[in-house]
């Protein structure tokens, strides 16, 4: 008989387990909805009163959390508990690239999901069906299951028993909820069917039946890489066109729309910009590099980290531009930058193309003054990881600072006053509706605008007498 689901624990309250499990309280009342994490300081944001605090900014998400916190949705730190009483187990930990040891910068470093494992082992009662929602190399789920019914942590007197599904999440920041939402499948990949039609009917209550796909497990974990594979893949492509149209005249946005009408081609994911960014595409790249050639499959393995090379030669290249088009020397040089998440709409910054190419610009002596609506600057500073004295903490300092530093720009038209160039990194909406005509009168001449997300209008950057680099666009210089 297939259990019903009472129950949900799901270990890990960031991106994916946070809008996740939110949108699975809201759509099923009357299960019980537990997200725990080992993180204290990330729960009680979870748990803030003022829903301005969450810990992560998705548009939609606020107002699920107010609908369900308290009634069928709980944060907590009590692991322990929420594990015994849960009938269905989420694992949602991170599972960053490897930093040392074997497949260093390769591999997924999968350690945090083997504590979770053990901790599954050794607090659950009765049987549990456990979800792999993390991103996961093909055959983790192997891993997993022998933990789960070896480890010598196990309480003979809890009688657990286990099932392990694989169910890769495919949300992207930014449009997480609708994505929840409205997905365009749900994937369910496991052994046994009366487990795998368990998690089905947890989506059934407002998924239709012909997007819940059932696969066997290895096919479900090599999916999820796979589909981001894929997608990173079109962005390296069409970065790598808008090159080539900077050298010849062409324009990228003329080139994508000419393709994408091909329906077998497709006009989604074209769009040229910094490179990608994110916690998924490099990582789960490079996890395929490592199964590829931990199996031999060497060309494989160099097909696809083509892909993250070209996207790391794509934003340094961006990088050079601007010192080209700047006379050749950024030292001293004011630059204000727009925006440091790696997409819009979302307040994380991994991978950020903004990382590196603002890193590059402080070390070829640039002054910048950093704006982004929803990335602080204790997060910045972070991700920058430069010596303390480059952030410039007032705006004293930024006056008088010779080179090679950062100020964070709470203000956005503060951030113009007094720049040689505005270089624009995220396609934040306010950004294409700035009037160009005042900031040009702020900034330095010749003034330039770099463009990377192709947001803004380029007669109004033109008329307002300020020069115009747009990413793919050979036709403007
Ligand atoms: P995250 O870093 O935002 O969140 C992971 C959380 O797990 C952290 O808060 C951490 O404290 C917690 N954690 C780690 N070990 C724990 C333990 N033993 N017990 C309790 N909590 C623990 O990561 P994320 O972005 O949510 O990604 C999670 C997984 O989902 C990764 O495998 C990622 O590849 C995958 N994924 C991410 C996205 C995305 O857009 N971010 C999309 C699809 C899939
Ligand atoms: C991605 C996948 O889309 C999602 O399915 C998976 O679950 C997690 O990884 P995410 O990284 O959140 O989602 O955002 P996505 O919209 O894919 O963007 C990734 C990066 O590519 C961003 O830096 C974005 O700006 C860039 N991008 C995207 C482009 O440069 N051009 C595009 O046309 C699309």
Redesign the pocket.
């Known amino acids: 008989m297939i259990p019903s689901i009472n129950n949900i624990c799901c270990?890990?309250?960031?991106?994916?387990?946070g809008p996740t499990m939110s949108v699975i309280a809201e759509k099923c009342p009357e299960i019980t909805v537990n997200v725990?994490?080992?993180?204290a300081n990330?729960i009680d944001l979870w748990n803030s009163k003022d829903l301005n605090n969450l810990p992560i900014y998705e548009p939609g998400l606020a107002k699920i959390i107010k609908n369900c916190r308290g009634k069928n949705l709980h944060f907590s730190t009590n692991?322990e508990k929420e594990i015994k009483n849960a009938d269905m187990i989420f694992i949602?930990?991170?599972?960053p690239t490897k930093t040392k040891g074997i497949g260093a910068g390769k591999a997924s470093d999968l350690k945090?999901v083997e504590?979770?494992a053990r901790?599954v082992a050794k607090y659950a009662t009765g049987h549990t069906i456990v979800v792999e929602?993390?991103?996961l190399p093909v055959k983790t789920a192997e891993v997993i299951k022998n933990i789960l019914e070896n480890s010598n942590e196990k309480q003979e007197e809890n009688n657990s028993t286990f099932d392990v599904l694989s169910n890769?999440?495919?949300?992207?920041?930014g449009s997480a909820i609708n994505d929840l939402l409205d997905p365009d499948r749900v994937l369910i990949g496991g052994e046994s069917n009366i487990a795998i039609m368990a998690l089905h009917n947890v989506y059934r209550n407002w998924v239709a039946n012909e997007k819940i796909l059932h696969t066997n497990i290895w096919s479900s974990e090599l999916a999820k890489l796979t589909a981001n594979a894929f997608l990173a893949q079109r962005i390296s492509s069409i970065n790598s066109i808008g090159a080539i149209c900077e050298a010849t005249g062409a324009d990228v946005r003329e080139v994508a729309r000419a393709i994408g009408t091909d329906s077998r081609i497709g006009s989604k994911f074209l769009d040229s910009g910094p490179g990608f960014g994110?916690?998924?595409f490099k990582?789960d790249i490079l996890n395929l590099v490592y199964l590829s050639n931990y199996f031999g499959l060497r060309e494989v393995a160099n097909f696809w980290e083509g892909v993250v090379q070209l996207n790391s030669w794509h934003q340094h290249r961006i990088s050079e531009l601007i010192v080209k088009k700047l006379f050749g020397t950024i030292t001293g040089k004011k630059i204000s930058i727009l925006g440091f998440s790696f997409k819009a709409n979302t307040n994380d910054t991994r991978e950020s193309a903004a990382i590196t190419i603002c890193r590059d610009l402080i070390e070829e002596g640039a002054i910048l003054k950093i704006h982004d609506p929803k990335v602080n600057k204790y997060q910045i500073e972070d991700d920058l990881n430069l010596e303390e004295h480059s952030h410039l903490l007032s705006k004293d300092n930024f006056k008088i600072q010779r080179d090679g530093a950062w100020i964070f720009s709470e203000d956005i038209m503060d951030s113009f006053e007094e720049v040689d160039a505005v270089v624009v990194l995220t396609e934040w909406f306010e950004y294409s509706k700035l009037n160009w005509e005042i900031i040009s009168k702020k900034m330095r001449k010749p003034g330039w605008v770099f463009d990377a997300r192709s947001i803004i209008s380029a007669k109004d950057v033109i008329n307002s007498g300020l020069k115009l680099w747009r990413i793919g666009d050979g036709s403007i210089d």
């Open positions: 270990i890990g309250a960031g991106y994916v387990g725990v994490d080992i993180n990330r692991v949602s930990v991170n599972t945090w504590v979770c901790e929602k993390s991103t890769p999440e495919f949300l992207a920041e994110g916690s998924c990582k």
